[in-house]
């Protein structure tokens, strides 16, 4: 069954790509996947309207000049990461037959998340999701202290108060999940 992504030109696209086995290997590596994201800006006009990278997965949320380019976006990082992290640090790598076949790497599971935003209120409550995540999953108790995301150019523009997500504001976002 082939997997049909929707392209909606002009909108967002809220993006979840994780890494195979769950491995902690983004932060670690956190200026190659910087790299991968400027590489792919070479090739591809896109803008990262707002990202958080976790140990083992990150969330975009980007605004293609040609939206049905995204799925090239998303692989070019990918493929750049995959050619340029040195495997040699990855504990349980293991390269599987279908793996070679398809000249691939064991760095990231092959499909990724992707959600094409509707609306305003579709846009904030993913944005919020986003900054949220390192909070959600335990890496920090409050989102101004996780340095992996875009939260404080948010704050610089007064989108965020810099306390957002703090225990006084958790009770409202705590049970955000994405559909």
């Known amino acids: 069954m082939q997997y049909r992504r929707a392209f909606i030109q002009n909108s967002y ?51 293609p000049e040609n939206i049905d380019k995204y799925p090239q976006i998303i692989k070019l990082i990918k493929s750049y990461f995959s ?47 986003i900054h949220y995540n390192p909070v959600k999953h335990g890496y920090v108790k409050n989102v101004k202290d996780w340095k992996y995301s875009s939260f404080d150019k948010f704050v610089k523009k007064e989108f965020y108060q810099e306390n957002w997500g703090c225990l006084e504001d958790i009770k409202g976002i705590e049970n955000l999940t994405i559909e």
Do not use: C, G
């Open 83 to 129: 050619k340029n992290i040195d495997i040699s640090s990855i504990n349980d790598y293991e390269l599987s037959r279908s793996r070679q076949s398809k000249k691939e790497k064991d760095i990231w599971q092959r499909r990724y998340w992707e959600h094409s935003i509707k609306d305003e209120q579709d846009l904030y409550k993913h944005i919020d999701y």
């Open 13 to 63: 696209v809220f993006i979840t790509v994780v890494t195979n086995r769950r491995r902690n290997i983004l932060v670690k590596n956190i200026n190659l996947l910087r790299k991968s994201f400027k590489n792919a800006k070479r090739f591809y006009s896109f803008e990262i309207y707002s990202a958080v990278i976790l140990p083992d997965h990150f969330h975009l949320m980007i605004k």
